[in-house]
Structures are given as C-alpha cells and as structure tokens.
C-alpha cells in the first residue's frame, strides 16, 4: 500500500472566495494546497464588468503570498455588450459564468431564458472564452434539475460547436454520460462531496446541513459514476471543489444556506477514493493537468505531497464548519 504520494501541485477549477473580511481566510485556505484556482463572480454586486474583475482580482492577490495563480470569470447577463466582453476577455479573464436563475447563492438575478443569451455566447466562441454552467433547471424537482438541463445543454453545444463548455459539479449518472458521449469541447467538473456524499448522508440521519450544496447530492449509483468518471483518467473531468463557505449561523437555521466549504479536506477525501479504486496513477491528470489543459494553461512544476496518516478533520475554520468535520482523513499533506 502507498504510504507518501507526490504530484504536481493541483488546481481547483471551481471555487467561491466570497468578500468583504472573510475573503481573506478563503483566499488562505486555497492557497494552501492549490496552485491555480478558478474564482466564481456571483458576489454582490456580481462580476459582470472588467473594472470590477480587475478590482476584486487585486483584492484577492493582496491577501495571496504571491504564488496562487487566479483565473477569473464573469457573470453572463443578456445585456452584455460585445464591447464589455471583448474588455473582460482583455483584462484576463477565461470563462463567463451562466446561472439560471434561483437555482444556487446569488442566482436571483441570473437568466430566464438561456435562448436569451445565445448572442452573448456567439461573442464567447468568436473570443474563444469558456462557457462555464451551473446546470440545473429550477422549474424541476430538486433530485432533478442537473437531469432536467441536460436538453438545454444539448441545444447550447448543438448551437456553438466551437464553443469550450464546462457543466459544473456534475451530480447525476446521467450527466457524467452525457459528457462522455459528447463532443471533445465539452467537459465537466467533479467535487470531492459529489464523489463521496449521498442523499443518506444528508438526509438519513437527521438534516445533515454541512453536507448541503447545488446541485444536490443524489444516490448512490450516481456516486459511483462520478467517482468511476473521476478516477477513469479520462481528460473531460477535473477537480473543481466548488467550495462554498457559509458562516455555521447560516447553515443552521430553518432555512439553510446550500453550499459547501470544501476548500481544506477535498485533498485528502479524494486521494483516499482514487486509493480505494487503484487509481492513483491518474489521480494527477484529475487533479491537475485535465483542467489546465482545458483552460490552455501551463502545468506548474512545483508539486505537493501526501503522506497516508489518520486524522480528524477540523469543525471550526473562522465560523465556518469545513467538510468532512470530525472524520477521521486518511491521507494528509506533508
């Protein structure tokens, strides 16, 4: 059995800083073990402009040590002009962000219609910037929305064929054979709760609220297919922890905030899966290489080590309750 395991330092394709004083903690806690990390914009007001994604961009390089690689995104709205796109694309950044609208945190204001938003997309393939989707139809019930949008997302990759798209936080088995099947521009994320969580572990013993994301953890056939997609060493998936920080006030209460903060234990709860499926061979193209490569950027030299030794996860992180809290971890960075 692997006792210490070495690779490149990885990426986290999909993560939430959040702002204001908290920022900060988060912008530590992703440095810490990432070496690149792609930064959501649906913070109040939302990055939809070049200005504000310069400005929220510096912020977090003001708390990074220098050595954390940003690449930044936009929220997509149907009044974008080719002008403010092209001037986002030129300020640095690599993906705009398409919400339906209230399906997650801050999604009030995100698209009705997404037919809407095809001249906005037109304007994504010419600039060759990503597509980057939070894939659920809120008009279905919960355990199916990701399965309802699978149609829209066909009419999107049908209507754009050179358009980069990336389904976020795949949750279904429907899903991970969708992007399988699809074409070679269509890919899709995976986090360590999806590949490790069902809905038993947030609803069968009692409401488990630090277990609760969007999309929702489903059952266990559509675990396994995200952890057999994940550990498969195919390039359409990579690691994006959608890390999600709320305060535990927020999390605990009659109306509880979806999402997860999974930015300090997704390492190690996913070295034990590909362990556990004899499959760390790839565990680095999951973790590193397939998403640079899909973003077209470089791989970093620098690598990171795990060590395979028992710990218990942590339950306070500045008032937010981290994944995983008070299990024993396995696998652990040096």
Known sequence: MEKKITIKRPSD?????RQGESLIHYVVASEKYFDTILVMPNIIP????????ITYRDKIHSYSSGNLKTLMTFKIFE????EQIVALKEAGAVAGKLYPKGVTTNSEDGADSIETLF???????????VLSIHGENPDAS????ERAFLPVLAKIILAFPELRVVLEHLSTEESVEFIKNGPDNLVGTITAVHMSSTVDD???????????????????KDRKALVKAATSGSSKFFFGSDSAPHLK????NFS???GVFSALSSLPVIVEIFEKEEALDNLEGFLCVNGLNFYRKEIPTETITLVKEDHIMFDDYYGVVPFAAGKTLKWKVE
């Open 13 to 17: 394709l999909h993560v939430h800083l």
């Open 46 to 53: 939302p990055i939809k402009s070049a200005d504000e994604m």
């Open 79 to 82: 009044d974008m002009s080719r």
């Open 119 to 129: 001249p906005i997309f037109e304007v994504m393939q010419d600039l060759d910037l």
């Open 142 to 145: 919960v355990f199916d929305r």
């Open 202 to 220: 947030l609803l069968g013993r009692g409401l488990s609220p630090h277990v609760f994301c969007k999309p929702i953890v489903q059952f266990e």
């Open 249 to 252: 006030k927020d999390k605990e």
């Open 256 to 258: 509880g905030a979806a």
